[in-house]
């Protein structure tokens, strides 16, 4: 098996495994490049950002020996819009804190998580402070978020 195959197979399993979480729904923007992926994920529950849907950008290319590239792709009131993000351990910028074991359900579960962090927040693309009255805001316009890969807040989580 070559290493296109083999990352292929780990990519299938993975977008089973997503399939599988009642949080989280994956599509693929580009149906000839099956190493970006967008998945959309509800808000961390007992959170200011519970009840909205976000939406983000994985470029998976190096995955699994590397961490991917990772980004938002609208307004969310946590991370900067259409900017790759700095999170140690489960996006590119560091990948000494990455581990290959890593799933990409576990990459979202962790993006969802630290929305909510209020102290220690900083990095490339990731607000150093929440605003609540921001994140209600947004959370209300991630309700009818539409992208071109097919997401369609409206009708998802239904």
């Not at 220690?120 to 309700?143: A, C, F, N």
Request: charged share 20%; hydrophobic share 35%; glycine share 8%.
């Amino acid at each position: 098996m070559t290493d296109k195959q083999t990352k292929m197979k780990i990519l299938a399993k993975q977008f089973g495994e997503i399939a599988k979480n009642p949080n989280m729904k994956a599509f693929f923007p580009d149906k000839t490049n099956p190493f970006i992926w967008h998945v959309s994920y509800k808000g961390p529950q007992d959170s200011d950002f519970q009840g909205g849907i976000y939406h983000c950008h994985l470029n998976l290319a190096h995955y699994p020996e590397c961490a991917p590239e990772v980004m938002l792709l609208h307004e969310n009131g946590s991370y900067n819009p259409n900017e790759l993000l700095c999170i140690v351990g489960i996006t590119h910028y560091h990948q000494e804190g990455w581990t290959p074991g890593t799933s990409i359900e576990a990459i979202i579960t962790a993006l969802q998580m630290l929305m909510q962090v209020t102290t220690g927040r900083g990095g490339i693309g990731v607000y150093t402070s929440l605003d609540q009255k921001q994140i209600l805001k947004d959370k209300e316009k991630s309700l009818t978020y539409t992208c071109k890969c097919g997401a369609n807040h409206a009708a998802l989580f239904k």
